[in-house]
């Protein structure tokens, strides 16, 4: 764990599947015809937009047909790690 954060698992859930809604909404598709789509089902979408509960396979089903699974991959790409001093900062 990285350091101190006020943001909970729960809030980073609900962020998501507003995220989820938010793009579905904008491309004018119903839960019905996101279910269509993605094969997740539209009462699994429901429970996700109102809860944040899904797995991550369906969640990562959702978001290839909302958005780009480019975007999702770069959450797991490995970050160069943050200088800790100043030093480490002047000998870049």
């Given at each position: 764990m990285k350091g101190l954060s006020l943001t909970t698992p729960a809030d980073v859930?609900?962020?998501?599947?507003?995220?989820?809604?938010?793009?579905?909404?904008?491309?004018?598709?119903?839960?019905?015809?996101?279910?269509?789509?993605?094969?997740?089902?539209?009462?699994?979408?429901?429970?996700?937009?109102?809860?944040?509960e899904i797995s991550l396979r369906q969640f990562i089903l959702l978001w290839q047909c909302v958005d780009d699974l480019a975007s999702l991959a770069e959450l797991a790409a490995e970050r160069p790690a943050a200088p800790r001093s100043i030093d480490e900062v002047l000998a870049q």
């Open positions: 859930q609900r962020q998501l599947a507003a995220a989820v809604r938010g793009r579905r909404k904008s491309r004018r598709l119903s839960r019905a015809a996101l279910e269509r789509l993605s094969t997740v089902p539209a009462s699994t979408i429901k429970r996700f937009e109102t809860s944040g």
